[in-house]
């Protein structure tokens, strides 16, 4: 029995041919389908190379296990999200690798209700029982239909704008070669049947799992340039990048300057409380202060809860909370089966762009100017507990505010920081931020400390 290597924490993943192949896809949708035993689930790829084959293998699997599946196509995960919950089915899988590498693929996997399925939830029995490769036989071999998700998820979208209240503007949009171009076009078709008064730039706009102007990851500041001119270009009012599987998506303003996600979850928690006062909005404890500041100025309450997708999901869940944001760009939504989006994200911010009557630099730039934020800096350390207790034991006597809802936050007052170990990588994840008004400080000084603390 050989150890399979592409099981993460929160999905599947792994370099193909050697931790993921066709086999391997078969046998993980004949473990699903036997561990779950749903009567039908529905399936998604994103525009990889390898997409289709490992999602024809997985669907093959899933028959064999006596399940339906609706094929969807080549999808974003947010589709097979959305066909999870809005569809009579029991589950759903995307197989996408998002912004990794060329020679890489994977999976992420969901019950009923789009419910995610990760290490703690059932994952790791999925592992073991494709890793044993020992199926119990069906009587019955399971169907598979193709499915059009995409009118009833287009539908779903306009949900959250009031389409009477969009003002005349000008959107850069680059699905970066991935798989968020087909929604935009459908999108926009459905703009002009309601005269929203919105015009699309397209750039990298066709699906070519060849990625010819790169892996679509925004996060990456070399992958930032096409967007960032193409507003300056046309003169824009916002530009919007996606990742490959479109679950993130990331906003420039009309300078086209690269907005950090923690302001966006500010934004969007304006958003909803704009619409209606008093709702609950989740947040990751790396960069608080924007967020407690939005959230009380509109009347909301903020809820703090650790960082990655299942925490957040299930703060939301226990608080009934609207909506939760993470830095990282991933933005979940209590209409969307509390599921991340990267559609939702651009809509609410050209709904709040409306509404205000301000450009986004200025409503983002105000944020900045009181809350200035190092960004997210990441060290690779021998030891990161050893690292984080130095840090600890350096600041003592100081005696800050300790938090330990997720790594170690050490609050001074007029400043903050967040350290914590990644959950995926061997690193070592730094955030700080200060109050500009009680601290005149450059955020810099905080940055060059910091840094020598963990590497001196």
Known sequence: MKKLSCFKAYDIRGKLGIELNEDIAYRIGRAYGQIYQPKTVVVGCDVRLSSEDLKQATIRGLNDAGVDVLDLGMTGTEEVYFGAFHLDVQGGIEITASHNPMDYNGMKLVRENARPISADTGLKDIQALAENNEFAEVTSKGTTKKYNILPEFVEHLMSYIDPAKIRPMKLVVN?????????????????????IPVEFIKIHHEADGNFPNG???PILIENRASTRDAVIQHSADMGIAWDGDFDRCFLFDEKGQFIEGYYIVGLLAQAF?????????????????????VVEQYQGTAIQSKSGHAFIKDVMREHNAAYGGEMSAHHYFRDFAYCDSGMIPWLLAIAVLSETGKSLSSLVEEMIAKFPCSGEINFKVADTQA???KIFDHYADQQPEIDQTDGVSLNFGAWRFNVRASNTEPLLRLNIESRRDQNPRPMQSYVDELTQLIQG
């Open 175 to 195: 699905a970066g070669n991935g798989a968020a171009g087909h929604v935009i076009d459908a999108i926009e078709i459905k703009f002009k049947e309601l005269n």
């Open 387 to 389: 690292t984080i207790q």
């Open 215 to 217: 892996i679509p990851n």
């Open 273 to 293: 409380l704009l619409k209606q006062a008093g709702e609950k909005i989740v947040h990751d404890p790396r960069l608080v202060w924007n967020t407690f500041d």
